[in-house]
C-alpha cells in the first residue's frame, strides 16, 4: 500500500518567515496530494490541494509543489502568521473521480510561528 | 460547501460498554465514508471504509467485531466500539466526498471528530 512520509515533525519560524514542509510518497499510481490544516481538538481542514497533472499550485500564502519523478511535495507558507500556527498533515491517493478513494496520510507537522 | 456532521463530539464511557458514533452527510448523498482514528499528536489511521448498502472494508489490524461500522442510508454511517477498554480511548473521525455528478473536486471533508474516554 501507499506509505507518505512526513517532515520535519515539528518546525519553529518567526513571524514574517516562510515555513517548507515537505513529503515523500512511495506509489507512483497516486494523483491527488491535499494539504491539511488541524488546529488542537478540532477538524482537519484542507488548504490547498495538487494533482499529478500540475507541478505547482498556488493560492494567496501557500503554495503546493509536486515533483512526480521523485515522487515528493511540499507546501510553503509565505508571510507566516500566528494563527498558520497549527499541524499540517500531506496525504496521498488514487483519486480516480469516484468518491471511494482514501487518503494515506504523512503523521504531521507541528508548526508554531512565534510572534 | 459540503458539511459532515459527526455526535456526539465527547463521550465518556465505563469499561465493557459499548459507545456509538454518527456521522452524517449534511448536504449531499454519500455512499463511501471513511472511519480514522487519532491519538494525540498522532497521525489520522484509517479504520476502515464504509459503504453504504453493504459491508464495511476494514484496514488491516482493525477489529471488525468491535468497531461495527454501519452505513444504512446515503447521509448517515455510524461506527460502533463494543465492550470498550481504556486502550480504545482516543479521537474518532469520519470523513466524506461528494459523489461523481454532485461537484466532486476529490476534497475529502471531516466530521467534528469524537472524543471516546473509557474509564
Known amino acids: 500500500g501507499e506509505n507518505v512520509e512526513q517532515h520535519p515533525s515539528t518546525l519553529s519560524v518567526q513571524e514574517g518567515d516562510s515555513a517548507v514542509i515537505k513529503c515523500t510518497y512511495s506509489?507512483?499510481?497516486?494523483?491527488?496530494f491535499p494539504w491539511y490544516k488541524q488546529e488542537l481538538g478540532k477538524r482537519p481542514q484542507l488548504i490547498i490541494d495538487?494533482?499529478?497533472?500540475?507541478g505547482e499550485k498556488k493560492d494567496q500564502r501557500i503554495a503546493v509543489t509536486l515533483n512526480k519523478t521523485a515522487k515528493h511535495f511540499s507546501l510553503h507558507i509565505t508571510e507566516t502568521q500566528p494563527e498558520d500556527s497549527a499541524v499540517y498533515f500531506c496525504?496521498?491517493?488514487?483519486?480516480?473521480?469516484?468518491?471511494?478513494?482514501?487518503?494515506?496520510f504523512g503523521k504531521g507537522t507541528l508548526l508554531t510561528v512565534n510572534p | 460547501g459540503a458539511v459532515v456532521s459527526q455526535h456526539p463530539s465527547r463521550v465518556i464511557c465505563k469499561s465493557g460498554t459499548s459507545v456509538k458514533i454518527e456521522c452524517r452527510s449534511l448536504d449531499f448523498q454519500a455512499t463511501t465514508m471513511f472511519w480514522y482514528r487519532q491519538f494525540p499528536k498522532q497521525s489520522l489511521m484509517l479504520m476502515a471504509t464504509?459503504?453504504?448498502?453493504?459491508?464495511?472494508?476494514?484496514e488491516q489490524g482493525v477489529e471488525k467485531d468491535k468497531f461495527l461500522i454501519n452505513h444504512a442510508s446515503l447521509t448517515l454511517s455510524t461506527l460502533t466500539v463494543t465492550s470498550a477498554h481504556p486502550e480504545d480511548s482516543s479521537f474518532y473521525i469520519c470523513?466524506?466526498?461528494?459523489?461523481?455528478?454532485?461537484?466532486?473536486?476529490?476534497?475529502?471533508?471531516f466530521g467534528e471528530g469524537s472524543r471516546l474516554t473509557v474509564l
Open positions: 470523513s466524506a466526498s461528494r459523489p461523481p455528478g454532485q461537484g466532486n473536486s476529490g476534497e475529502l471533508f
Open positions: 506509489d507512483s499510481a497516486s494523483n491527488y
Open positions: 464504509s459503504n453504504e448498502g453493504s459491508k464495511a472494508t476494514y
Open positions: 496525504a496521498a491517493s488514487i483519486n480516480s473521480g469516484g468518491s471511494n478513494y482514501k487518503l494515506t
Open positions: 495538487i494533482r499529478s497533472n500540475v
